[in-house]
């Protein structure tokens, strides 16, 4: 009776050693590609966060250059055609010089 019990408790042992390995070969594999896809997709915003970072610092750097700098303002004033009360403006284009 003892010599049986052993064998049905080595057996049911082994089974569920089987079983456990069998589950994990069908379960392990699609989790992994999974963390794989979320790690890309991980990179991908730090490297949105990155780019959004500088073009943030950037225009802060602007926005700094607006309040200290009157050359600035000008500069980017005229870009823009704009013009001072009185001024006198000639834009010339290059098609009408042809």
Known sequence: MNVLL???TRTTVVTAL????????????????????LENQRTELLRKIDHKNSEIKLLKEKQQ???AE??????????N?????????FVFDAEDAK
């Not at 379960?27 to 896809?37: D, F, G, T, W």
């Not at 055609?81 to 403006?89: A, D």
């Open 6 to 8: 052993t064998i049905i």
């Open 18 to 37: 089987v079983l456990v390995a069998a589950a994990s070969l069908f379960i392990l594999p699609p989790k992994v590609a999974q963390m794989r896809r």
């Open 65 to 67: 250059r607006f309040k």
């Open 70 to 79: 009157p050359e600035f303002v000008e500069h980017i004033a005229r870009q």
């Open 81 to 89: 055609k704009r013009v001072r009360p009185g001024e006198l403006v």
